[in-house]
């Protein structure tokens, strides 16, 4: 039993090795790889586990006794299939750095302050019309030191969970405009560049509050249509 996705599907994700982007030298696979056949545990649904995602795990604002610093926006789209089908109950989860462009984490050490007010991480499902929606702030770019004088442009990571396992995607959301875009390996390592315009979140005027937050939209697509396995 397999799923038969289109060809296409593959094209747009970035080569195992891009040597540019330093640390894939030594994760990108040395032989060819091998054609394990999808198990039915991966092609049925995913179980996220005892809790539920709630409203407010969507603001990232809103976690601690304060608000974060930084520039408030809201983050937002609709998730499809690749035949614009929207897929309903896709667990969304986000990860960023704040406002000056540093993690809560032990690795990133880089000189720029925390934030009391801001973990850096939420979660969303989408609802019947694949739509989905974050609070947060505007994460800043960061030096990473994959070459000489190397910033990340601004990005917020996205995991997405469709409606199987072998649907999954992770990527990184870009803001419009970004001087950086053209000196980041990693931004460049996807090859076509219309797939990497859709890594570009677009600004969004109408979804904008006044007197609040500006507002980003990003669509993303799925691999993978929403069909019973077929046996081939
Ligand atoms: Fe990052």
């Known amino acids: 039993m397999t799923l038969v996705f289109p060809k296409e599907s593959l094209s747009a994700f970035p080569k195992h090795l891009t040597p540019d982007y330093r640390s ?7 032989k060819p790889l091998i054609i394990v056949p999808h198990t039915l545990s991966e092609l049925t649904g995913p179980v996220y586990g005892h809790d539920a995602v709630q409203e407010g ?6 976690q601690h006794k304060g608000e974060p ?3 408030r926006i809201i983050v937002h789209g609709h998730v499809y299939d690749e035949d614009k089908r929207p897929q ?21 050490q880089h000189p720029a302050p925390l934030d009391p007010n801001f973990t850096g991480a939420g979660r969303a499902k989408t609802d019947e019309t694949g739509y989905y929606k974050f609070v947060t702030v505007k994460p800043g770019p960061y030096p990473w030191g994959n070459h000489y ?6 990005h917020i990571h996205f995991s997405l ?12 959301m870009y803001f419009p405009g970004d001087p950086l875009f053209p000196f980041d390996p990693i931004f ?3 090859a076509d560049k219309r797939a990497r315009d859709r890594m570009i979140s677009s600004f969004d005027l109408e979804a904008t509050i006044p007197e609040w937050a500006l507002a980003f939209r990003f669509d993303v697509a799925l691999r993978g249509r929403n069909q019973t396995p077929m046996e081939s």
């Open 88 to 108: 309903a109950d896709t667990l969304v989860e986000i990860w960023q750095a704040n406002a000056c462009g540093r993690y809560v984490h032990n690795v990133d």
């Open 24 to 30: 894939t030298i030594k994760r990108s696979p040395l």
């Open 188 to 190: 460049n390592s996807v």
């Open 161 to 172: 969970f469709g409606p199987a396992f072998i649907s999954r995607l992770v990527t990184q």
């Open 149 to 154: 004088n190397a910033w990340r442009p601004s």
């Open 57 to 62: 795990d969507a603001d990232l604002t809103r």
């Open 69 to 71: 610093l930084g520039e």
